[in-house]
């Protein structure tokens, strides 16, 4: 499973991602979920609009943080 949250901060929004094994087998009982946090300026909103900005963001964290991607698919 991956969560996704987006929070708004003093001067844009902190995306937060989080990929966590829904998997309740014994085999995935020790499975840990994997989270990673990046910010986005409001400049940089201001340039791609919020979704423009959120959706490039996303695309670089799921690249970047392999780990996370692995673990929402577990």
């Not at 996303?58 to 970047?64: F, G, P, Q, R, S």
Request: aromatic letters at 8%; one cysteine or more.
């Amino acid at each position: 499973m991956l969560r996704v949250q987006a929070y708004p901060v003093m001067d844009g929004v902190e995306l937060y991602v989080a990929g966590v094994c829904s998997q309740g087998a014994p085999d995935h009982r020790y499975h840990r979920g994997t989270s990673v946090s990046r910010y986005i300026s409001s400049e940089d909103i201001a340039k791609r609009g919020l979704e423009g900005a959120l959706a490039y963001e996303m695309t670089i964290l799921l690249h970047e943080y392999t780990e996370v991607t692995n673990m929402a698919r577990c």
